[in-house]
Every structure is written in structure tokens, then in C-alpha cells.
């Protein structure tokens, strides 16, 4: 095997607050910035069916204002002083992310302690309908009046029985979001958005000590709230395929293939990943020259796996070529996979796809809020900030044998969902 793991100098220290905020501090100087980066460990997964989209609600919400902070305020003073800021919401996690001069710091710390601790005295009626709107309209331009756009919540619907909590979209439905209530959005916040269900990370030009007295002065006196509840996960096979036809207003129809995967962090986990990478990882993938160069039939295709924390898709999509019938493209989709569960992968490919992902790992490394936001991630998934160095050697422990093991037991046709895009014809 001709990949190597580069040596990765990624020093950090990890703390954990008497309020239970653990936060991590990765020093690099070499510009004078500072990545302040807060993960929360709540998604939709923590939602409950009826009551969907109260998380990403919140990613809207948080950025109002709190009780020292105007309405508008969090971005114009990140800005005024050269930074810049964004949140983003997932099925188990919600994160927020600053990136401005280091000599600014202080600033960042205490922007995002003031929303930690002294959120609900701003939050109002009017605030909730507004952001309740944003929402929604968001809702209509990604998803419902997108081309294509409600392909991935109906798969995962398929997919997941409806108490699963992966079976409902991150941005909801829309009469959920409608319905959310003021009392209900207080007690999702004083549930979930607390120190002891957050991970704080800095990374950039400061000095350890210094920076963890400011979390302390910030942050410390901040009261932990209630054990967050544990999410249940029913039984993980689907006994048997599940399909669906979508018509919609497309020029060409599109296929989607999912099964369910193991959960990321797992082995079987980069397993799925590498395969996806095989399969389907540019140009010269065995996918794309079979079905797109050689047969024609499709205009692209792609194959990836979804790191949830309680179990993954493994999802393959797509479009035929004008004139070519969807059952024909998904039969040429399904033959790859059904080859991929009884042959090893070519080792040529097997390399190139490894190089392929581990060349993502080290661009993401590149950058400075990429690098803070993956110490979040491992400290909030399984509490181990060292795992970001670590992530590269695991794609090369993958063998050739776990592949073709991963395609066998999860790919299979009882544990398929299908989801046809057609185009709709016109009244």
C-alpha cells in the first residue's frame, strides 16, 4: 500500500468546566486569528414526530439576540472588527462558528456565553414568528420548490419508521414549525442548550492559559442544566424493500438508492465511506466510466455515506441521460452494487479512493475553523478531541475484504429504499 500518513502536529488541551462545558484549545499562531467554534450536542434526532424542526428553528433564533446583545447586533459586531460568523444544524448536532483577529478573542467568548446564559429573557413572540417564517420560506426554496429537492426527506421516510430519529428532515415539516409553541421552544433551549450538552473549541493565535481563564470568566458561571435525555433508536433492519415514485417538475428522471449503515465512528462506518469513494469517487470511478462514459445513460452519479451518530445512509443517486428509462439506469445502479457485495475492489481504484479521501481529510485541515470544528465533533461524539489526528489512519486500516463484508450485509435488497424522481406530466 502506497498511501502514508503524514505526521500531523495537532497539539491541544482539553478541560471540562464545573458547569460540565468542555472546551478545547488548539494553539496555531502562524496567523493572527481565532477560531471560536461551540458545538451543541442537539439535532433533530433529539426532536420528537409532531414537533420536528425545533433545531434548526434554534440556529435561527440564536442569532436574534440575548439580553445583552441587540437583535441584529451578534453579526455587526463580529463585523465591524474583520469577522465573520455562521451556524449550521444536523441531525445530532447544532454549531456555531466565528473566525476574527485574535486580538479579538474576547469578543467571541463573550457573544457566544451571552446567548449560553441569557437567551430566553429576549426571546419573545415576535421573535419566534419571525424566525418561524424564515423557516418556513427556507423550507419552500430548498426543499419543496426545488428540483429534486424532496427526494432525500422521502428516502429517509422510507428508510427509518416514523419513530426513528432520523426519519424526519433536519429543517422539519412545515405544520410542525407552524405549530411550535413559545412555552415549547423555552423548554427545548433550557433542555439542550446548556454548558454541560456543549463542546467549546479555540483554535488560532492565543495562549492556552490566558484563553481558559477568559472561558472561565465567560462562561463558568453559567448553571448546567438537566441530564439531556437519551434518544431511543428502534430495531435497524428494514425487512424488506421500499419504494416510491415522486413526480415532479424535472426535465430528467433521477434515481435514489439507500440502506442503512453503521454509525460513524465505527469501522464498518470508513468501510462504507471508502466503498462510496470506489464506487463512485470522479471521473475515473467505475460508475461513472461504465454509466455515464461508456453506456451513456447517465449524466452523473454518486454515492456517499451519511456520519450520523446512531447509524448512517449509505445513498447512491442518479440522472438519466434524456430518452433512457429510469428502470434502466436503476437496474445498471443496482448491478454495481450487487458486484460490489462479491468482488473485491480493484486495488488500482482501492488506492485512488483512498487518496481521494484522505486528501479531504488534510485539505480540511488546511483551514483554520475546519480544524476547530472537527475537535468539536470528536470531543462532542465520543469525547476524544485526539480522535481529528487519528482520522486518516483509519481509512488506511480499511482491507479490501471489509468492502465487499459492508456491501453483503448492508446492501442487499431487503434492506433497500428506492426512490423514483419522474418528470410530471403536464395537465
Same mark, same amino acid.
Given at each position: 500500500?502506497?498511501?502514508?500518513?503524514?505526521?500531523?502536529?495537532?497539539?491541544?488541551?482539553?478541560?471540562?468546566?464545573?458547569?460540565?462545558?468542555?472546551?478545547?484549545?488548539?494553539?496555531?499562531?502562524?496567523?493572527?486569528?481565532?477560531?471560536?467554534?461551540?458545538?451543541?450536542?442537539?439535532?433533530?434526532?433529539?426532536?420528537?414526530?409532531?414537533?420536528?424542526?425545533?433545531?434548526?428553528?434554534?440556529?435561527?433564533?440564536?442569532?436574534?439576540?440575548?439580553?445583552?446583545?441587540?437583535?441584529?447586533?451578534?453579526?455587526?459586531?463580529?463585523?465591524?472588527?474583520?469577522?465573520?460568523?455562521?451556524?449550521?444544524?444536523?441531525?445530532?448536532?447544532?454549531?456555531?462558528?466565528?473566525?476574527?483577529?485574535?486580538?479579538?478573542?474576547?469578543?467571541?467568548?463573550?457573544?457566544?456565553?451571552?446567548?449560553?446564559?441569557?437567551?430566553?429573557?429576549?426571546?419573545?413572540?415576535?421573535?419566534?414568528?419571525?424566525?418561524?417564517?424564515?423557516?418556513?420560506?427556507?423550507?419552500?426554496?430548498?426543499?419543496?420548490?426545488?428540483?429534486?429537492?424532496?427526494?432525500?426527506?422521502?428516502?429517509?421516510?422510507?428508510?427509518?419508521?416514523?419513530?426513528?430519529?432520523?426519519?424526519?428532515?433536519?429543517?422539519?415539516?412545515?405544520?410542525?414549525?407552524?405549530?411550535?409553541?413559545?412555552?415549547?421552544?423555552?423548554?427545548?433551549?433550557?433542555?439542550?442548550?446548556?454548558?454541560?450538552?456543549?463542546?467549546?473549541?479555540?483554535?488560532?493565535?492565543?495562549?492556552?492559559?490566558?484563553?481558559?481563564?477568559?472561558?472561565?470568566?465567560?462562561?463558568?458561571?453559567?448553571?448546567?442544566? $438537566?441530564? *439531556?435525555?437519551?434518544? !431511543?433508536?428502534?430495531? #435497524?433492519? &428494514? /425487512?424488506?424493500?421500499?419504494? %416510491?415514485?415522486?413526480?415532479?417538475?424535472?426535465?430528467?428522471?433521477?434515481?435514489?438508492?439507500?440502506?442503512?449503515?453503521?454509525?460513524?465512528?465505527?469501522?464498518?462506518?470508513?468501510?462504507?465511506?471508502?466503498?462510496?469513494?470506489?464506487?463512485?469517487?470522479?471521473?475515473?470511478?467505475?460508475?461513472?466510466?461504465?454509466?455515464?462514459?461508456?453506456?451513456?445513460?447517465?449524466?452523473?452519479?454518486?454515492?456517499?455515506?451519511?456520519?450520523?451518530?446512531?447509524?448512517?445512509?449509505?445513498?447512491?443517486?442518479?440522472?438519466?441521460? $434524456?430518452? *433512457?428509462?429510469?428502470? !434502466?439506469?436503476?437496474? #445498471?445502479? &443496482? /448491478?454495481?452494487?450487487?458486484? %460490489?457485495?462479491?468482488?473485491?475492489?480493484?486495488?488500482?481504484?482501492?488506492?485512488?479512493?483512498?487518496?481521494?479521501?484522505?486528501?479531504?481529510?488534510?485539505?480540511?485541515?488546511?483551514?483554520?475553523?475546519?480544524?476547530?470544528?472537527?475537535?468539536?465533533?470528536?470531543?462532542?461524539?465520543?469525547?476524544?478531541?485526539?480522535?481529528?489526528?487519528?482520522?486518516?489512519?483509519?481509512?488506511?486500516?480499511?482491507?479490501?475484504?471489509?468492502?465487499?463484508?459492508?456491501?453483503?450485509?448492508?446492501?442487499?435488497?431487503?434492506?433497500?429504499?428506492?426512490?423514483?424522481?419522474?418528470?410530471?406530466?403536464?395537465?
Amino acid at each position: 500500500m502506497s498511501s502514508a500518513i503524514p505526521d500531523l502536529d495537532l497539539p491541544f488541551q482539553y478541560h471540562k468546566l464545573a458547569n460540565g462545558l468542555r472546551v478545547v484549545l488548539h494553539r496555531q499562531p502562524e496567523l493572527p486569528l481565532v477560531a471560536v467554534n461551540l458545538w451543541y450536542h442537539v439535532g433533530s434526532k433529539d426532536e420528537r414526530p409532531g414537533r420536528t424542526g425545533f433545531a434548526h428553528l434554534f440556529e435561527h433564533m440564536l442569532f436574534q439576540g440575548s439580553e445583552h446583545v441587540g437583535t441584529h447586533d451578534h453579526f455587526r459586531l463580529l463585523q465591524q472588527v474583520g469577522g465573520v460568523a455562521n451556524g449550521s444544524t444536523w441531525y445530532d448536532r447544532t454549531n456555531y462558528y466565528a473566525t476574527l483577529p485574535a486580538h479579538q478573542l474576547e469578543l467571541g467568548l463573550w457573544l457566544e456565553s451571552d446567548r449560553m446564559g441569557f437567551f430566553l429573557p429576549a426571546l419573545t413572540q415576535e421573535n419566534l414568528d419571525t424566525q418561524r417564517e424564515v423557516v418556513m420560506n427556507e423550507r419552500r426554496q430548498r426543499i419543496e420548490n426545488q428540483p429534486y429537492g424532496l427526494a432525500g426527506e422521502r428516502l429517509h421516510e422510507l428508510l427509518y419508521p416514523p419513530d426513528h430519529p432520523y426519519h424526519w428532515p433536519v429543517i422539519g415539516y412545515m405544520e410542525d414549525i407552524a405549530a411550535a409553541t413559545l412555552e415549547e421552544v423555552r423548554t427545548f433551549f433550557s433542555t439542550y442548550y446548556t454548558p454541560n450538552n456543549a463542546v467549546l473549541t479555540l483554535a488560532g493565535d492565543f495562549d492556552p492559559e490566558t484563553a481558559l481563564e477568559r472561558v472561565e470568566a465567560w462562561f463558568g458561571e453559567i448553571p448546567p442544566g $438537566p441530564p *439531556v435525555p437519551p434518544v !431511543t433508536v428502534p430495531p #435497524a433492519r &428494514l /425487512g424488506g424493500e421500499r419504494r %416510491a415514485v415522486l413526480p415532479d417538475a424535472v426535465s430528467l428522471p433521477r434515481i435514489y438508492v439507500g440502506f442503512r449503515a453503521p454509525a460513524y465512528g465505527e469501522r464498518s462506518w470508513y468501510a462504507a465511506d471508502v466503498l462510496a469513494s470506489v464506487l463512485t469517487g470522479g471521473k475515473s470511478s467505475p460508475l461513472y466510466r461504465d454509466l455515464v462514459y461508456d453506456r451513456q445513460i447517465a449524466q452523473d452519479v454518486g454515492a456517499s455515506v451519511s456520519p450520523y451518530e446512531k447509524g448512517g445512509t449509505f445513498m447512491m443517486v442518479a440522472t438519466a441521460r $434524456p430518452g *433512457v428509462a429510469i428502470e !434502466t439506469l436503476e437496474e #445498471a445502479l &443496482l /448491478g454495481h452494487v450487487a458486484a %460490489a457485495a462479491t468482488a473485491l475492489p480493484d486495488p488500482v481504484e482501492l488506492e485512488r479512493a483512498r487518496n481521494r479521501l484522505l486528501t479531504e481529510i488534510y485539505s480540511g485541515l488546511q483551514k483554520l475553523d475546519g480544524v476547530a470544528d472537527l475537535f468539536s465533533q470528536f470531543a462532542t461524539y465520543f469525547d476524544d478531541p485526539g480522535g481529528v489526528a487519528a482520522e486518516a489512519g483509519r481509512y488506511l486500516e480499511i482491507t479490501p475484504e471489509e468492502l465487499v463484508e459492508l456491501a453483503a450485509t448492508h446492501c442487499i435488497e431487503s434492506e433497500r429504499a428506492v426512490v423514483q424522481v419522474v418528470p410530471r406530466e403536464a395537465d
